[in-house]
């Protein structure tokens, strides 16, 4: 490779490896201190956090609720009228349900697990949530769970940008070796350490 084109590579991996870690950066630090949460659960307890509401509906939304049983999403206007009279929101996605005349909806997020249960026969709305605390809100953002569409992109987003920064780190790595003895050999160990990792202690 000439000067000329080696210096041409160096600064467009310079170029990529600074833009991809400024724009991964929040996002990295977050996915690599939850990973130490999630592998070492024992070290971040923490008692949940419950509460339980009892609403009585009227007979206008039970009568509308009766008749929209079958119904796959609910309507817009009877969405808000549920939380006017329950002031719990649901997502106009968020499908319910039912069985046996009640009509369940799931509306757990990150780190929270809750349900509200409408009795059609009685008229009466139950909404439980449970709290897991902060350190299992984060665990939840890292696997994307009940995190929505948006969240679950900027994760396969944050992959893709993290992929180029290791790539064009590699490219500054190849050919800055010659001027750095130890490249080849921790670049060796880091590829070696989890396959040796894998062999000798992941039983499958």
């Given at each position: 490779?000439?000067?000329?084109?080696?210096?041409?590579?160096?600064?467009?991996?310079?170029?990529?490896?600074?833009?991809?870690?400024?724009?991964?950066?929040?996002?990295?630090?977050?996915?690599?201190?939850?990973?130490?949460?999630l592998n070492n659960?024992?070290?971040?307890?923490?008692?949940?956090?419950?509460?339980?509401?009892?609403?009585?509906?009227?007979?206008?939304?039970?009568?509308?609720?009766?008749?929209?049983?079958?119904?796959?999403?609910?309507?817009?206007?009877?969405?808000?009228?549920?939380?006017?009279?329950?002031?719990?929101?649901?997502?106009?996605?968020?499908?319910?349900?039912?069985?046996?005349?009640?009509?369940?909806?799931d509306l757990g997020?990150?780190?929270?697990?809750?349900?509200?249960?409408?009795?059609?026969?009685?008229?009466?709305?139950?909404?439980?949530?449970?709290?897991?605390?902060?350190?299992?809100?984060?665990?939840?953002?890292?696997?994307?769970?009940?995190?929505?569409?948006?969240?679950?992109?900027?994760?396969?987003?944050?992959?893709?940008?993290?992929?180029?920064?290791?790539?064009?780190?590699?490219?500054?790595?190849?050919?800055?070796?010659?001027?750095?003895?130890?490249?080849?050999?921790?670049?060796?160990?880091?590829?070696?350490?989890?396959?040796?990792?894998?062999?000798?202690?992941?039983?499958?």
């Amino acid at each position: 490779m000439t000067p000329k084109v080696n210096t041409f590579w160096s600064r467009q991996f310079r170029q990529w490896h600074w833009i991809s870690s400024a724009l991964v950066l929040a996002l990295m630090l977050l996915f690599s201190v939850t990973g130490l949460t999630l592998n070492n659960p024992e070290w971040f307890k923490s008692d949940p956090v419950s509460s339980m509401r009892e609403i009585t509906l009227s007979g206008d939304l039970q009568d509308a609720l009766s008749t929209a049983e079958n119904e796959v999403i609910l309507a817009p206007d009877l969405s808000e009228q549920i939380a006017r009279e329950t002031g719990v929101f649901i997502p106009q996605e968020n499908a319910p349900v039912v069985e046996f005349e009640e009509m369940i909806f799931d509306l757990g997020g990150p780190g929270v697990d809750a349900t509200l249960t409408i009795d059609l026969a009685i008229g009466e709305a139950y909404y439980e949530r449970i709290d897991n605390g902060m350190i299992a809100r984060l665990n939840d953002l890292h696997k994307g769970r009940d995190t929505g569409f948006v969240w679950g992109l900027l994760i396969d987003i944050t992959a893709l940008v993290c992929i180029i920064f290791c790539l064009s780190g590699l490219g500054l790595l190849v050919i800055n070796a010659k001027a750095r003895a130890s490249t080849w050999p921790l670049t060796t160990l880091g590829i070696a350490a989890p396959v040796i990792a894998y062999i000798l202690f992941v039983h499958s």
